[in-house]
């Protein structure tokens, strides 16, 4: 079983769409990330959370520690959305605090 | 644009052949990370240093090797190239130790292997 586990694989909306994409992880963690790849392949940090809620414009990521899940909203969905999102954990757990591990990404696809 | 730059942007190889990849960090970052994303296991992390020491390694293989210089760029070496080596390497840059940790990571474009 991987350490983090992304829900769906793949999603595909209508522009408008509100979005929800899950993660779960199976370990302590000091830290969770959400990141967006592009088409293109470029990587950019959306969100670093370890607990309650942020939001940055349309992007809203929520974590519950108890659970050990967290979901990336996004509202108002726009075909400029389209990208592989991906939640990377920081451990908790000694000298592998450096190390992120990562999900395998979801890939939104939104459509005109 | 993250401040981080990549070089080069695709490379094209042999089996068999060594490799150079060259990172330079976001300015006043001492951290730099190296992942590899390949199609079926993702991003993975290979290694990590900090303003020059090797800080922590994940699943990096014996024939790559990486370094970090007294300018903080940072290059990765790979060594007898496989098929399986073909994949996006990406380098990343933090201004602290703690990449993992509550810390933002800035990533550069990436650098495409692909070997034939």
């Known amino acids: 079983k991987n350490e983090v586990e992304q829900s769906p694989q793949n999603l595909t909306a209508q522009e408008g769409e509100f979005i929800t994409i899950n993660c779960s992880y199976s370990?302590?963690?000091?830290?969770l990330h959400w990141l967006q790849q592009h088409p293109g392949g470029g990587i950019v940090s959306l969100f670093m959370l370890s607990s309650g809620k942020k939001k940055h414009g349309r992007l809203i990521a929520t974590i519950n520690i108890q659970e050990k899940h967290s979901s990336l909203h996004i509202t108002a969905s726009h075909p400029r959305d389209s990208a592989v999102y991906i939640c990377?954990?920081?451990?908790?757990?000694?000298?592998?605090?450096?190390?992120?591990?990562f999900g395998k990404g979801t890939l939104l696809t939104v459509n005109p | 644009d993250s401040g981080v730059t990549q070089t080069p942007k695709h490379l094209i190889t042999a089996t068999g052949q060594r490799v150079t990849l060259r990172c330079s960090p976001r300015?006043?970052?001492?951290?730099v990370y190296w992942y590899q994303q390949s199609l079926d296991q993702g991003l993975q992390f290979l290694i990590q240093y900090y303003n020059g020491e090797e800080r922590a390694k994940g699943n990096i293989l014996e024939r790559f090797s990486a370094q970090q210089f007294p300018d903080l760029h940072s290059e990765l070496n790979l060594s007898s190239l496989e098929l399986g080596d073909s994949a996006l390497y990406f380098c990343a840059s933090s201004v602290g130790v703690s990449g993992g940790a509550k810390e933002t990571q800035y990533f550069g474009p990436g650098t495409r292997l692909l070997v034939l």
């Open positions: 990377a954990v920081g451990p908790n757990s000694g000298g592998s605090n450096y190390k992120l591990t």
């Open positions: 370990v302590g963690i000091s830290a």
């Open positions: 300015s006043g970052d001492l951290s």
